[in-house]
């Protein structure tokens, strides 16, 4: 749904900006058209999406009922939460530092895909950063990626895994694995706040 709606930035007065918003004019359409021909239903599918989260009113004074004319968040574009929270792990998880191991596999599969050969580089070099071993870096192409998207998925998973009772010498492999992971992680949100990606 969200990749068929448009996201932009809506005008809030002035000065002001609703960062990364739908009019819930086009949310609503879009459930009329792909889930729910009934005009009724497909309010109530609205109503349900606000109450159990999955969108949120850009101005919070507008209250907890849906309104075609408000604009709405997806709970993916929030900018106060981190991005292992955008996602709920939903199976059992996993052994620990198997958990740990698989996403720092996931991370340099990022960063790997984030590589640019010197003859492949675009004029374009806003997204592109040089890292302490002088390879250069494609932020955006990192983000957009497969890649990213799985360790994304992957990272939701370090919520439910339960590090206690284990040896201390495994706890700490965790906890290294986790924060290779994360400077990865920063390395490119940083990257991408920068440049304005």
């Given at each position: ?13 002035w000065f002001?900006?609703f960062?990364?918003?739908?009019i819930?004019?086009d ?105 302490e ?31 206690y009772g ?8 965790i ?23």
């Amino acid at each position: 749904m969200r990749s068929e709606i448009e996201i932009k930035d809506y005008p809030n007065g002035w000065f002001g900006t609703f960062p990364k918003c739908a009019i819930g004019q086009d949310i609503y359409g879009w459930i009329l058209e792909h889930a729910e021909e009934d005009k009724k239903k497909g309010a109530i599918i609205c109503q349900k999406m606000v109450e159990k989260k999955l969108i949120f009113a850009a101005d919070e004074t507008m209250g907890r009922i849906f309104n075609i004319n408000n604009y709405y968040r997806f709970h993916m574009d929030r900018d106060d939460i981190a991005d292992n929270l955008i996602k709920k792990w939903k199976g059992t998880p996993g052994d620990a530092l198997e958990v740990s191991i698989n996403l720092v596999n996931l991370a340099t599969e990022v960063y790997q895909q984030a590589m640019v050969e010197d003859e492949e580089e675009d004029e374009d070099e806003e997204a592109e950063e040089e890292d302490e071993e002088g390879n250069t870096i494609d932020v955006e192409a990192a983000l957009k990626s497969s890649e990213y998207k799985s360790y994304i998925n992957a990272v939701a998973e370090l919520e439910k895994v339960q590090i206690y009772g284990l040896p201390e010498h495994t706890r700490k492999a965790i906890l290294l694995n986790c924060y290779q992971c994360m400077y990865v992680h920063h390395f490119l949100k940083k990257v991408q706040e920068e440049s304005g990606v």
